[in-house]
């Protein structure tokens, strides 16, 4: 029973008054403007922190600019002395270059300083003393140099200043430091640019800045140093050259002070460029260069110098240093640059600081105002995710006893003018609108439970008839309209199963003959399969047993025909050697003509000597007594004679008849070459034609072999054919008892106008055929029945073969 309504209480004002919208931007609008707060003065804060770093970079160019003013003073002073010690023009250059350094560097202080009345006081009267130092003591003396020239007494000095080896020296120091002051003043630029992207940002961590600033302070202050180097360095001239001229101790003072501070300096820029090493190597270059000047130049003229005392005709110029003039001008220079360089320094202390608070008060403010956003945010969050998270749990109390069928459930915050009292005061009508439409449920069941009592009866009993096998049980009667549908649809449930059955029934007989042909058609089939393995099995063996002989006779061809190639081989060499004794014969008969003509010449020489034997006796005889003993010899000559002329004749015979012998030889030895080219051709005719025989035996062969291997893979197809002719027919038997037994099923099924199911059909009559026979008479089976074969099995064995 539904409870009462209360009266909406007055209204006051509340959170729980205020949209969730609003209290959700609340809670995020306070946090928001407390960070965008802290985020104004954080950049205010940057800001401010940029100015002080533009001034401690400013105060800092003050102080560089100053070192530059003292260096070119130094620079001058050294450069006169260095003219009045050696009297050459050349020697001026660097008073005349540190001129104009001054000048420019009292230019860039001025402007600098624009902003300080005390640093232009001090400017003011470095520069005012500068003047009267070049006016009243250097003019004065450039000119009394000119006027006396060179001394002889002063003439070793002169020669010893004019091999110009300390100027040089100079010349490298002064470079190396310009190169260590240039680098640190590209670093310097470097750490400014990246000071101002990170003040620019706004992002970064005032340590952070912090720490940038002071890289920028230690460039300023490296730079600084690096010029202080150099100016102890000058003074370290400016004091040897003042003694020089003097002869005076008192003038070796700057030269001392500067060698102590020179050795200060160059240890805390070794400490300084502890991390940079071409910084240190150059150090080391400038240390040694100093080195060298003092052991090399400075040491030596003041031995010189010390021997040489007081010069006669340099008493003036003597006298005039020794008054003191420019070291009093130089004193209170540098006095009033000291004062400069000082009110600079505390100038960018006091800025420094300055940054420094600025820093700390952006430190501790930021941290701070992040905390109590972080604290005002949550307890804010707190609060209102309570006021709501509450209200919503009373209002999932309410739904979840409504769920339960409580209707007579409480529901809060209806009083509520946020989105939860929204969804108390619609889940009260929720309520109210859902006891009325229960009461109404409750009526319209009361008159669907009958009309759901014979729809579900008259179901039941058709039901019960299907599940005996009977399918003439359609509904005619008409159910009420609600469950119309539900009769339409077993109505047609019916009928298509109805009809799934007649089919089935005229399928399983088509099933059953179709089965009965296959297994008689594949038992047929597995014998024939048989037969021919059996037959390719023969086959395979009888090819291998001709590849065995075929083989055999190639392997004869081959030894045949490697016995005809030696033997032609033989025949040729054969040839060869009968060609060489034709040849040697030749030979032979070619010396016997030519004995021959010798043995004619033979026998002409004795017929000569004959006729000169019988003419030498007839001239004896005519001598008579006297030339009776000249007459023995000539017989004995002419006898002589006649003997060779035999033997020749003898000779030439014999000769004739070998040549005559040798020509017969040479006629046979040709006829047998002849008839050896003749054998070796026919014996090279027969090697080819051996040859030829034994690669058709080998290529017989080859074709034999790979006749035997396919034979041997067909015979193995054949064997798997076999094998799955066995399984087909297995299946084909498995097949037939199935569609036996499907028959026997849809027997059991009553359709209307259906006679009873046909009867199991006689087994098909065994095949006529013989085992060996291979014409195949059986019914086609239809194309839907009959798939294709292209199996992986069957393609994968086509492939073999």
Do not use: C
């Not at 928001?32 to 100015?51: F, Y």
Request: negative net charge; hydrophobic residues 45%; glycine residues 8%.
């Amino acid at each position: 029973m539904m409870k009462k309504k209360n009266p909406p209480a007055a209204r006051r004002f509340s959170l729980a008054n205020l949209s969730t919208k609003t209290k959700i931007v609340s809670v995020a609008l306070f946090p928001l403007l407390l960070v965008l707060g802290v985020g104004v003065m954080a950049v205010l804060d940057l800001g401010r922190m940029e100015k002080t770093s533009k001034a401690v970079d400013h105060t800092g160019r003050i102080l560089s600019e100053s070192q530059s003013l003292a260096v070119a003073a130094l620079d001058m002073e050294s450069g006169l002395r260095g003219y009045l010690l050696a009297g050459r023009e050349e020697f001026l250059a660097p008073y005349e270059a540190g001129q104009a350094d001054l000048a420019e560097a009292l230019t860039a202080l001025k402007g600098l300083a624009s902003d300080d009345p005390e640093m232009l006081a001090d400017l003011q009267e470095a520069e005012e003393i500068l003047t009267g130092w070049q006016e009243n003591v250097a003019a004065g003396a450039i000119e009394l140099r000119r006027e006396i020239g060179d001394a002889m007494s002063m003439n070793d000095m002169a020669d010893a200043v004019k091999k110009s080896k300390g100027r040089v020296l100079f010349d490298e120091f002064r470079a190396e430091v310009g190169k260590i002051i240039e680098d640190e003043e590209v670093e310097l630029a470097n750490r400014r640019n990246i000071f101002s992207s990170l003040v620019n940002a706004g992002i970064a961590d005032p340590d952070y800045l912090g720490a940038s600033l002071e890289e920028v302070e230690k460039a300023h202050e490296v730079i600084s140093t690096a010029k202080d180097l150099l100016a102890a360095a000058v003074d370290m001239e400016t004091g040897v050259r003042g003694f020089l001229l003097a002869g005076d101790r008192a003038f070796l003072d700057p030269y001392m002070e500067g060698n102590e501070r020179f050795n200060e300096i160059l240890a805390d820029l070794r400490l300084a460029f502890s991390d940079k090493l071409m910084q240190t190597n150059r150090l080391n270059t400038v240390a040694e260069i100093i080195g060298n000047w003092r052991n090399d130049v400075v040491v030596p003229m003041l031995q010189l110098r010390r021997l040489i005392g007081s010069a006669a005709t340099m008493d003036d110029m003597a006298d005039r240093v020794a008054e003191g003039q420019g070291k009093a001008y130089f004193d209170r220079f540098r006095e009033s640059l000291a004062s400069l360089q000082a009110r600079g320094t505390e100038t960018m202390a006091a800025r420094r600081a300055a940054s420094d608070r600025i820093a700390e008060h952006t430190r501790i403010l930021i941290p701070a105002a992040i905390g109590a956003a972080i604290l005002i945010g949550a307890v804010m969050a707190l609060v209102t995710s309570s006021g709501i998270a509450s209200g919503i749990r009373r209002i999932v109390v309410s739904m979840r006893g409504l769920a339960e069928g409580d209707n007579a459930v409480e529901i809060h915050g209806q009083h509520r003018g946020d989105e939860v009292g929204d969804m108390a005061r619609a889940l009260e009508k929720f309520r109210d609108e859902l006891v009325r439409m229960q009461e109404a449920e409750q009526q319209k069941a009361q008159s669907k439970d009958a009309e759901l009592a014979g729809v579900v009866q008259e179901l039941s009993e058709r039901l019960s008839r299907l599940s005996h096998g009977d399918l003439t049980i359609r509904i005619e009667e008409p159910f009420p309209e609600e469950y119309e549908q539900l009769r339409a649809d077993f109505n047609g449930s019916i009928d298509n199963l109805t009809a799934t059955v007649q089919e089935v029934i005229g399928a399983s007989a088509s099933i059953r003959n179709g089965a009965a042909e296959i297994s008689q058609a594949s038992d047929d089939l597995s014998h024939r399969t048989e037969s021919q393995a059996a037959t390719l099995e023969e086959t395979a063996a009888a090819i291998d047993e001709l590849t065995a002989s075929v083989r055999s006779a190639a392997e004869g061809a081959r030894n045949v025909e490697t016995t005809v190639r030696e033997a032609r081989q033989e025949a040729e060499s054969s040839g060869e050697v009968v060609q060489d004794a034709v040849t040697a014969m030749s030979g032979i008969e070619d010396s016997s003509n030519k004995i021959s003509q010798i043995i004619s010449v033979i026998d002409d020489i004795a017929f000569q000597t004959n006729l000169l034997a019988l003419n030498a006796g007839v001239e004896a005889a005519r001598a008579g007594e006297a030339g009776r003993g000249f007459a023995v010899v000539a017989s004995e000559v002419r006898a002589l004679a006649q003997r060779s002329s035999d033997a020749a004749m003898e000779i030439k015979t014999l000769i004739g008849d070998s040549s005559r012998q040798v020509a017969e030889g040479v006629d046979l030895v040709g006829r047998a070459g002849q008839a050896l080219r003749s054998i070796a051709g026919r014996v090279s005719h027969i090697s080819q034609l051996v040859s030829e025989i034994a690669e058709g035996a080998a290529e017989q062969s080859t074709g034999l072999l790979e006749i035997n291997t396919g034979v041997t893979q067909l015979d193995q197809v054949t064997q798997q054919n076999a094998a799955m002719v066995e399984q087909a027919t297995a299946a084909g038997h498995m097949l037939n008892t199935d569609a036996i037994k499907l028959a026997e099923l849809v027997a059991r099924f009553q359709v209307d106008g259906s006679a009873a199911a046909p009867a199991a059909p006689a087994a098909p009559a065994p095949s006529a055929h013989g085992g060996d026979d291979w014409e195949i008479e059986a019914s086609p089976l239809p194309a839907a029945a009959m798939p294709a074969a292209e199996g992986n099995a069957a393609r994968d064995l086509w492939q073999d073969f």
